[in-house]
């Protein structure tokens, strides 16, 4: 799942073809009117549309800052699958072909990087730019990437204009007062309704389902009988939700670090569960810095650093570093490092370097750069999708004595993200358009093993989610990366997850079990 900072890698080949013309079955759900067959015959018609259509491939628009020969192009989708020949809205799509043989090629391999809001479309540049990781996997297939409907070049969406966004600092996402919760109800009634100002047309239609139909639909548009899929983070549950509305369609899927795709979990819970689980990783992550005192001088013990860092977001409050950082600005790139272990050196450098007297890093790692405008557009967009889809998706609760009453009694014990996680979700409280039931996620006629991969300390999506995705999907296989808790585990270096990784891809074959895989090597300043 998509945070301010980026919310956001077992089984036997099914034997057979998939008949163009089969329509997908409906969701069995009680709430048939949200994934009903309406829905499925519209998914239908329009796969039926883009596989007689294809995909015109030209070179990327100069402005993308995609080079050749990775090549691009647009796949018209329905906004309302209820009117599948109603209005149509384009999605970007891009891929380069395999690097091995003719004989080689197993077809094309479909990316989402999570979000909701992320942006696949760098996906092919694994081959470009060489990534050992994806070597051999790229040998036998086309790495396609895409655009989720509402994201950068499908047709996007907006709430406020990008550059108030990026405006810095804002209010510190702690309250200290009623008057500071007032505040930022406030705020979050202001960005619903930006939303539905700038959007609203789009709005209904920003759902986890509709982009797993428009995911079929890309699968139809490149001539594939069936899906290849690679998922993380939110991709996860796309992944989940496509195997449950397309479930005879899937050929291979890996998703890695699981969303919980249980109904009562999407997405109030889920939050509520993200709140705990960053702080586990947060005081991993103090006593990771504190074992290296000798290097960055910020104490022996977690509270020792947790010190440092209660100074270091007392000052910023105080007066805004450089005029431009305060709390709310420190915890955009603070929270990196519970998201992945990349972060740990650079994050305990920075804090580091503000003890010895230098506010310097901080200020440059945490402030916003209000002269790139591209960037600036790009955030606020994954931010007004990332809103729209998980408003959309499930129906949230309008009380405001609810979630004051929930948060309040989280931030006591897990105070690190709480109240910034709050107010991210709130405009979803008083959202302007119709929120769906979630989908739920089960195994259906014709899904093959799926490969679930997840860390046991992953923060942004907490273990419990590839345990339940696990049950859902009767016959995937699980690997674990026990101790470790980077987010997204397919793209670290680990042999043990990445030769299964490419055994899954390549052969279809996994362990007769699941697997337990000891971590990725722990950062070393």
């Known amino acids: 799942m998509r945070r301010t900072a980026v919310l956001g890698s077992a089984g036997t080949l099914i034997a057979g073809t998939l008949m163009v013309g089969a329509i997908a079955a409906p969701v069995a759900n009680a709430d048939n009117r949200d994934h009903g067959w309406s829905e499925a015959r519209g998914a239908q018609v329009a796969a039926d549309r883009a596989a007689k259509q294809g995909i015109k491939w030209t070179d990327c628009p100069t402005d993308w800052a995609i080079a050749k020969p990775i090549q691009c192009g647009y796949v018209s989708v329905p906004l309302d699958y209820a009117r599948p020949n109603g209005k149509q809205i384009k999605l970007a799509v891009d891929r380069i072909g395999n690097t091995g043989t003719k004989a080689e090629r197993q077809g094309a391999l479909i990316y989402n990087p999570g979000g909701p809001g992320g942006s696949g479309m760098r996906f092919p540049t694994r081959v470009t730019s060489k990534n050992p990781l994806w070597t051999n996997t790229s040998k036998a297939y086309d790495f396609v990437g895409f655009d989720p409907r509402g994201v950068g070049h499908s047709t996007p969406i907006s709430c406020v204009d990008p550059q108030e966004y990026a405006k810095a600092p804002k209010a510190d996402p702690v309250p200290s007062s009623e008057a500071d919760k007032r505040a930022q109800r406030k705020l979050a009634a202001e960005y619903a309704d930006g939303c539905a100002e700038r959007s609203g047309w789009m709005l209904p239609y920003m759902t986890t389902p509709n982009t797993a139909r428009d995911l079929d639909v890309i699968r139809a548009a490149l001539g594939e009988k069936k899906l290849n899929y690679l998922g993380v983070s939110y991709g996860t549950y796309l992944g989940a939700v496509y195997g449950t509305l397309f479930p005879s369609h899937v050929r291979r899927m890996i998703v890695d670090s699981v969303v919980n795709p249980d109904r009562d979990n999407i997405w109030y819970q889920a939050n509520l569960e993200q709140d705990v689980a960053f702080q586990a990783r947060w005081d991993e992550w103090e006593d990771w810095v504190a074992k290296y005192d000798a ?119 897990y105070p690190f993200l709480t109240w910034s996680n709050a107010w991210m979700n709130l405009p ?46 009767e016959n995937s296989r699980l690997i674990i990366e026990k101790g470790a808790g980077s987010h997204g585990v397919t793209g670290l270096v680990n042999s043990c997850i990445n030769s299964r990784v490419d055994d899954y891809l390549l052969t279809g074959k996994t362990d007769k079990a699941d697997y337990t895989c000891t971590p990725h090597a722990t950062p070393v300043p």
């Open 295 to 413: 290097k960055f001088h910020l104490g022996t013990t977690r509270a020792q650093v947790e010190a440092q860092w209660l100074k270091l977001r007392a000052d910023a409050k105080k007066s805004p570093l450089d005029g431009k950082v305060g709390p709310a600005e420190l915890l955009g790139y603070f929270q990196k490092a519970p998201y992945y272990d990349s972060y740990w050196v650079p994050v305990a450098k920075a804090l580091s370097a503000y003890a010895a007297g230098d506010i310097k890093p901080v200020v440059e790692a945490s402030a916003p750069d209000m002269s790139d405008i591209a960037g600036n557009i790009a955030s606020e967009n994954g931010n007004a999708v990332y809103t729209a889809v998980e408003c959309a998706d499930a129906k949230w609760p309008t009380s405001w004595r609810k979630w004051d009453r929930d948060n309040t009694k989280l931030n006591k014990d």
């Open 428 to 473: 979803c409280a008083t959202w302007s358009t119709k929120q769906q039931n979630p989908v739920e996620v089960k195994t259906g006629k014709g899904l093959p093993q799926v490969l679930i991969v997840q860390s046991t300390n992953d923060a942004a999506t907490p273990f419990q989610g590839a345990v339940e995705l696990h049950k859902a999907f």
